[in-house]
DNA sequence: CTGTTAGCGCTTTCAT
DNA sequence: ATGAAAGCGCTAACAG
C-alpha cells in the first residue's frame, strides 16, 4: 500500500504538505502543489479515507437500516437516500436486517461501531420503547416510515391514516356503499394507521365496512375475497392494504368468472410494476418512497453537521391515487 | 465519545488489558475481565471499528458496485451477497453507480479508498480494456455477471449463451419452427450471449429466426410485436430477452385480439414477479440471481483472505425454464 | 497475566 | 509556505 509518506518522500517535501495539497490545495504553492500531484499520479496514491477519519473525527458517513435489499420498497427509499446524501458529500452505508429483531439490533451497533455520523432507521420488528431509547441516546438519528410522538421530529414518514382515508374516500366517491377492507397484520402500525383512516371516513360518511385481516401476501388476497364473498355477498368494493393481495383477489376473481370491475372494484396500496400489469389494471394508492429516502438521508445529514433549522424538511409525505381500471362508477 | 482510555480508566487496568478482554477474552484473568466488562457496560462502551482497522489493517469489509438499488435484479444480486459476507464475519458496503461510466469510476475510487480488502463489480457502462485495467491492478477484485476471459476465474456469472439456448430449445421442442427474438440493446454483452446462444441452437435445428433489436422496456416490446406481425405474420413463438418486454407484447396482442398462447407463444428473459401475473402468465427463464451474488461474495472474502483454494466457489451459473401458460405446443 | 511502547495513515497546531 | 511533532482510538510486540 502506498502511502502519504511515500509520496512526501517522492515529492522531496513532508507529510504534511501532501496532506495540504491534497485538503487545501490552495494554500500550497504551485510549484509545489505540482510536484505533489506528479508524484501521486505516478505512484496511483490513493488517500486512505479511514485514517482520514480518524483524524478528522468524521467519517462522512450516513448509516441506513432496512430490512432487505430484494424488495422494491427498501429498493426505492434505499435510492432517494442514497441520491440525496451523496449529493450532500457524504456515503451511505446501508445494513439490512432479515426481518429480525436481533438484525435490528446487530445493525444499529455495527452502523454505530462504524462510526456514522448519523443514522437513518426502518425497523418493524423493535417495539416504540426500545426503538424510543435509541433514538433518545442518539440525538443524531432518524427514523424512517415509523412514527413515535415524541421524537416527532426526527420521523420522516408517509401519512398512513390519510392513505386510507384516501381510499375510503375514492370507493364513496365512484357510488361504492358496501365496502370491504383486507389488511395486513396487524402488528404493524401501519396497518393499523390506514385501517383506522380508512374505517373513520367511511363511518363519517354512513357506511360500515366489513373488515378482515390477512397477510399482505398473494395468496392471502386469493383467500380473503373468496371468505368475502361467502360471508358478504352484496359488497361492491374493496380495499387491499397492498397490491400483491389485490394480485391475488383479481386471480381468484378470474378463475370464478366474477369480472373486476364491473362484478366487483379493487384499489390498493403502493404501486409495485405488478400494479399496472394486472387485469384489469389495478386502480391503487402510492407513496413517494424515494422522496420519503430522500428526506430522511437530508435530515440525517443535517443532524449529522449540526444544522439546527430543519424546517424545510418535509416530515410528513402525502399518498395519492392512481387511477387505473379496477374501480368501477356504480348508481 | 468514550473510549478505550476511558474504560481502561474505570476498570483500573490498562488499554492494553482492555483491548485483549475484548479481542482474547480467555486469556486475560477471569476477574479483571469482569471488571472491564463492568467498566464497559457501565460507560455503554462501543468499539470503534474504524480505529480498529487502522490498528489492524484490516477493514473486513467487501465493496460491491451495482448500477441502482431500487431494482429486483441488483436487489437480489444484493441480498445473496450481503447474506454470505455477513455469514463470513464481513460487511458489505455496497455502492451505486446510477448507470453512468463516471459513476463506475468514482464508486471503484470510493470503495478503495474506503479500504475494501476486495470488491464486487458489476458495471455495464465501461469497456472491457478499462474493467480489464482494475482487475489487474487489484487482484482482489471480483466481476459479477460479466465476463472477462483473461479474468475467467475471478468472473462470476451467469451462461447468457446457454441461457439462450434454453430458449430456442424449448420453443423448438414445443413444435415452433417460424420463430422471432427480440433483443435487448446489443451493446450489452449480456444481449450477445443470449442471441448468440439462441440463434445458434436453431439454426442447428434447421430454422432461421426473425430477430429484431429492442431497448429491454415494456414499450419496447409492444412496439417490436407488431413490427414483427406485419413483417412475419407466419410466426408462431417469440424470444424476449426480458420479461418486461414480453408485458408489452402481451398487452399489443391482447388491444388486437391476438390470443396468446393460441395465437403467438412467448418466452421471456429473468422472471420478475410480473411474469407470474400477466394473463396468460409467463413463461419464462430464470437466472439464480441470489446464487450468483453469494458466490461473488465468496469469492471476493477467499481472495480477501489469501485463500488459494477457491475451486470449490461455482463460476458459471445456469438459467433455467419456468414454464407457464405463455408457450402453446403447436403441431 | 498485564503494562509499556510503538505504531497504523492521516491531520493539525505550532514554529520557522 | 513548509516542516516537526503530537495525536485520533486502537492493536501488537516486548518485557516483566
Redesign the pocket.
Known sequence: ?V???DVARRA??????V??A??QPE???A???ALVQAAITQLDYR??EI??G????SSKTIGIIINRFDSLYYGSLLDGAEKAIAALGFKMLAESTRERAEGEREAWSSLLERQCEAVVVHCDSLDDAELANWMHERPKSVLMNRYLAAFEDRCIHLDNRRGGALAAKFLHAKGHRNIAMVTGPSKFYVVRDRSAGFTETLLDRGVTPTVIESDFLVQGGYDAVITLLEKEPSITGIFFQNDEMAAGAIEACRERGIIVPDDLSMIGFDDIPVAQHLMPKLTTIRQPLRDIGAAAGCLAHALATGVTDTSDIQRVFEAEVVERASVMEVK
Open positions: 500500500m502511502t502519504m509518506a522531496g517535501v513532508s507529510k504534511a504538505t496532506s495540504r491534497i485538503s494554500i500550497v504553492d510549484e509545489t502543489r488517500p486512505n485514517a482520514r480518524l483524524a478528522n473525527r
